[in-house]
């Protein structure tokens, strides 16, 4: 196994290993470690089967379906959500900077995206390092958001799939009550602290005029996604690609249309209230 790091603080590749058999506990740890460090991890080559795709995000934790459930999932698999392509059914629109699925009370650990079929020189992934982003903040306002908590909710994203062909106009059926995280979060496994905010689903900073949430939700997303905080992934078929909720944001360019064939296939693992 070989790691090959890609970005200014951010991405790695990994070498050497074929998902598609399963990998062993030694192998696991390695990636474990390299995810911890990395953040993101770019596999290439990978030749994955859904079920495959379970067993490997398993390892790390259970899988989850998407709570709104709004797209198609695998029919075998439903932990393993769609993303197509294709004529007459364009992919939803993902060009915001977000942390997947931060508006539920345990937001999903990470996800993994396998690019059956991808658009070479489309649709870039962008990687936002959130431990950077905090840590490069000055110091007295890290501290004063040490204490501070943001409101995440779904509404936004609810009515966009409402509208969207990609859905078919499906009615999203439950749409969780907003909830409150720490505008900065610990993370977990790695004990170091990561800006946990985004521009998509955190709707305010918690007893915060509104405009004065505004103006700091914006300056912090700005600091967030400057261009030495970044990597940029350029997808290939056969992809497989990992990044932590707990510490990146990311952003989906959508520079093709539905004539272009793309086909993905996402799983996500079960995390914890971030604190």
């Given amino acids: 196994m070989t790691i090959t790091p890609l970005g200014p603080g951010i991405g790695a590749e990994i070498g050497g290993v074929d998902l598609s058999c399963g990998v062993s506990l030694t192998v696991f740890r390695d990636i474990h ?8 991890l770019v596999f290439r080559n990978q030749s994955v089967e859904p079920r495959s795709q379970v067993d490997f995000t398993e390892l790390f934790g259970a899988v989850e379906p998407h709570p709104l459930r709004s797209r198609r999932s695998h029919d075998e698999h439903p932990g393993v959500f769609i993303i197509e392509n294709r004529p007459g059914k364009p992919s939803a629109r993902n060009d915001f900077w977000h942390s997947d699925i931060s508006f539920n009370e345990t937001p999903p650990q990470l996800s993994i995206l396998h690019a059956v079929v991808a658009l070479e020189g489309k649709g870039d992934t962008l990687f936002a390092n959130m431990y950077a982003a905090y840590e490069s903040l000055p110091d007295e306002l890290r501290r004063s958001l040490l204490t501070m908590q943001a409101e995440h909710s779904a509404a936004r994203l609810a009515r966009r799939n409402e509208k969207s062909p990609a859905t078919d106009g499906k009615q999203i059926q439950h749409v969780p009550l907003p909830v409150e995280h720490p505008v900065v979060r610990t993370h977990p496994e790695s004990g170091r602290r990561a800006l946990y905010v985004n ?41 497989l690609v990992m990044w932590d909720n707990r510490c990146t944001m990311h952003y989906a360019v959508y520079d093709y249309d539905d004539t272009m064939p793309r086909l993905m296939h996402r799983t996500t693992a079960a995390g914890d209230r971030p604190t």
């Fill in 199 to 239: 521009p998509y689903f955190t709707s305010c900073i918690v007893g915060m005029e509104k405009k004065e949430s505004a103006q700091l939700l914006t300056l912090l997303n700005i600091h967030a996604t400057r261009k030495e905080n970044i990597y940029q992934h350029a997808w290939r078929s056969g992809d």
């Fill in 33 to 40: 470690q390299a995810f911890l460090d990395h953040m993101v």
